[in-house]
């Protein structure tokens, strides 16, 4: 199973800690962040990598403002067990985009009833 968490500021750190708890499925995760968005994306980057050192697990950061596919195909090549997403009005904006990328993404087993795409 992999999880999905999208990553305000200022819970960055604790919502990865609970993720890496409930997730629980290797030591790759990958945050997705907008390059465009410097003032959300670099300290996202740095609350990402200093919880993951405390957790013991490798980030991996995936810089993205289209082809979201493309992200879902480098979590597949990663081995990522989770993604975290950054707040970003680019991926709200994208939400349901994001949620069928990853509903069709093999690696994702288990989405949650509120990430899946409207019918």
Known sequence: MIGVITLA????????????????????????VNPDSPTHSEPATKDAQAAARTLG????????????????????????????????????????????CATGCQRFTNIPNSLQPAA
């Open 9 to 32: 500021l200022e819970a960055g750190p604790k919502r990865l800690e609970l993720l890496h708890e409930l997730v629980r499925t290797g030591k790759t995760i990958a945050l997705l």
């Open 57 to 100: 697990v490798n980030v991996h950061v995936l810089y993205a403002r289209t082809a979201l596919q493309r992200v879902f195909a480098t979590l597949v090549q990663l081995r990522a067990g989770a993604l975290v997403i950054g707040a970003d009005a680019l991926f709200t904006g994208r939400a349901e985009e994001l949620a069928t």
